[in-house]
């Protein structure tokens, strides 16, 4: 649903009516800032578990954050995550309501360009990972984003992720796989980007039944041949996209005079002739249920979240997969309570996960538009844009190569020089009732790398800033330079690129 002029004037009584004249979403961002606790200070103590909880589970702390988790405790915390309601911040519900992109069917967005399209996309993805309470939710849209990945810029794709992010990723994120599966193959996103549109009887094209196969369930070496490809791919035959005159365009639609509807048998099952849409239904089920399956997702969920696919929290998941009809909440929930989970080695943050973390450790103020996104882009993970199957990679060795663009949008974000991105400094020293420069120093310590200047690991560091930080002088609610240089010095510190 589009923010109506109504919304937009409540919001903009205050400003007076010529604010109005520069648009409904600068209204809201302008008004809508991220909220700050009135302190932010670190809990006593060791707080690294704490922190590494907060990272694995999420995009990062805000200011405030480890003190509640450390208050509530993991258990709850991990609970809270797995169980999210509907409410959400008033800054971020009213940013997206701003939002056409996130609101529309593809048919109605049809009249605008593509490029403006994809740019609504990628904003309404960035708000999301930014501002959620809900960040367990976000880590999954990640995930599951590029499990099920669609590059948007394929074909009339942009029009139709949109559906398919709110409809597939982020409604099944925390349900089972067997639906989120299903949704996936009614997508028309997905239909569209591998190619199932043209596959018709007689004609029949292989890409997404392969892929469906590779990436989406049994996983490579799942054990399936050739021959269940074509078998797939001919159930499959007639899920297409509706383009009808006088009908929805751009749904799902089965075509019954392009379906095939002979026997098959996929991996060794065998699915009757005459089954219409039926049997790509039966396909589904069988994938779903099918323990390379799970295995192949347990894998995933275990590297993504311990770095180590060949844990065995592997075999663990994959058997909780089978008994619970593939329960993404009873998957996970073993696994962040377990020793393993707190004690796993760092995971290096891909670009999103390090962008998203540094301005959520800031408290950055964002509108997440083109020159955010362009910092992104940068870092080489623009969203969307990944043009094959198989998602953005998470190896180590695919990002080290983006560490200068890190740099770079470390200083231009606590310089301000990200237009529409704001970050307020000294309202954060105050937060922290930091008053002297070596006091802001020990503040944003805290704020980027979550433990206190004392410890082990960052008193090297902070005894090399120290002349440094001893030049800042109180602050006069104005950022300051050499602060802002801290803080950027910080977030491209090599503790920050990883989770």
């Known amino acids: 649903m589009k923010l109506i002029r109504r919304d937009c004037l409540r919001l903009g009584a205050a400003a007076g009516a010529g604010t109005l004249l520069s648009g409904c979403s600068r209204v809201i961002h302008r008004y809508t800032p991220p909220t700050l606790a009135k302190s932010i200070a670190l809990p006593a103590g060791v707080t690294e578990p704490t922190v590494r909880l907060i990272n694995r589970l999420s995009f990062g702390p805000i200011p405030g954050e480890v003190e509640r988790v450390a208050s509530m ?6 609970e809270e995550q797995l169980n999210p309601d509907e409410t959400e911040e008033l800054s971020l519900t009213l940013r997206l309501r701003g939002i056409d992109a996130f609101h529309e069917d593809a048919i109605d967005m049809r009249d605008v360009r593509e490029k403006e399209v ?10 999301h990972a930014v501002y959620s309470r809900h960040q367990l939710r976000e880590r999954l849209v990640d995930f599951w984003g590029n499990h099920f990945n669609i590059y948007a810029r394929k074909g009339n794709g942009v029009y139709f992720k949109p559906n398919d992010e709110m409809n597939v990723i982020r409604k099944h994120a925390l349900g089972t796989f067997p639906d989120l599966l299903r949704a996936s193959a009614h997508s ?14 007689g004609v029949a094209n292989e890409n997404y039944a392969r892929e469906l196969m590779e990436l989406h369930t049994l996983g490579v070496h799942g054990g399936y041949t050739q021959k269940d490809v ?8 007639g899920w297409t996209i509706e383009d009808r005159f006088l009908h929805r365009k751009g749904t799902f639609r089965f075509d019954e005079s392009h379906h095939d509807n002979g026997t098959k048998t996929v991996l060794g099952v065998t699915i009757p002739a005459g089954g219409g849409q039926q049997d790509g239904e039966k396909v589904l089920d069988i994938l779903a249920k099918h323990p390379s399956t799970a295995h192949f997702i347990a894998r995933k969920l275990c590297r993504y979240f311990l770095g180590n696919g060949d844990s065995p929290w592997t075999q663990k998941l994959a058997e909780i997969y089978l008994k619970t009809n593939g329960d993404i909440r009873s ?29 959520r450790a800031l408290n950055a103020d964002t509108d997440a538009n083109t020159a955010l996104q362009e910092h992104l882009a940068h870092m080489g993970q623009p969203l969307y844009q990944w043009p094959m199957p198989d998602g953005y990679p998470d190896r180590t060795t695919a990002w080290t190569g983006s560490l200068l663009a890190r740099w770079n949008f470390a200083f231009a974000l606590t310089t301000g020089s990200i237009k529409g991105t704001t970050v307020d400094l000294p309202a954060l020293m105050k937060a922290a009732h930091a008053t002297t420069g070596i006091e802001y120093g020990d503040a944003l310590f805290a704020l980027i790398l979550g433990e206190h200047t004392e410890t082990a690991a960052l008193q090297p560091l902070r005894n090399k800033l120290h002349d440094h930080l001893a030049q800042i002088p109180p602050s006069n609610g104005k950022n300051n330079p050499i602060m802002a240089e801290v803080a950027a010095l910080l977030l491209s510190c090599p503790q920050f690129q990883w989770r």
């Open 118 to 127: 994809l740019r609504q996309l990628q904003q309404a993805g960035l708000l």
């Open 331 to 359: 998957m996970l929930r073993p696994l962040f309570l377990s020793p393993e989970f707190l004690n796993a080695p760092p995971i290096m943050k891909r670009p999103l996960d390090f962008m998203v973390s540094a301005l």
């Open 230 to 237: 074509q078998e797939v791919a001919r159930c499959l035959t």
């Open 188 to 201: 028309p996103a997905m239909l569209g980007y591998l190619d199932n549109q043209v596959n018709q009887r």
């Open 73 to 78: 405790g993991a258990a709850h915390y991990i």
